[in-house]
């Protein structure tokens, strides 16, 4: 899962892998590790993602954490510290049935920094992404979505739900008209073509 995180962050980062800095956050939910097993988890945990930063020559620092309260160090984070962007991914301590409500959800209500959420289905690098446009002309998935359709290892497809016409979204992400998808129901047959979807979480409230 932090490897997966690392790749999607140094797709975003593409064009400043040598600016950028990204702090990675690895806890451990039981309080009675000891000293030795600490170690143990905090090496095995940061070991992928260090190689994955390694490789894409992208400056990292880590943090780990014994806690069991996942969330408030999470949210502590992005009070304390001026990210950019946050990532989570969907480990099953953070999620209730409802993939947007508990530690989630205390997250997304309190995180002072713009947050994706990123649900795992056995993908090791995006590089097909569809990206679902259903909120009018501007909103922060426009800006990612452009950082992603700039990286010229990855292909970009948009699904138009939304009352703009394809002419301004190609003009709008910059891509030609057989990257621009609508009037075409979301399914498993088109879903299955992509190895990540990126969606507004008020859009996907009401999927």
Known sequence: MGATLMKIAASLLYHEKNKAVVKALHMTPDLEVTPQQAIIFEKEGFQPIKKVANDQGIKLQTVYRITDQIDHEII?????????????????????ENILGGRVGSIIENAECNLGIFIEKGVDYPRKILIMHAL??????????????????ISVDVLNVSSQNNDDLKQHYGLSESHIISNRPIDKSLLDR?????????????L
């Open 76 to 96: 502590k984070k992005t009070q304390k510290d001026q990210y950019d962007l946050l990532l989570i991914g969907g480990a099953r301590s953070l999620f209730t």
């Open 136 to 153: 009018g002309p501007y909103d922060l998935i426009t800006d990612i979505s452009k950082i992603f359709a700039s990286n010229p290892e």
């Open 194 to 206: 992509y190895d990540l979807m990126v969606i507004n979480i008020e859009t996907w409230k009401n």
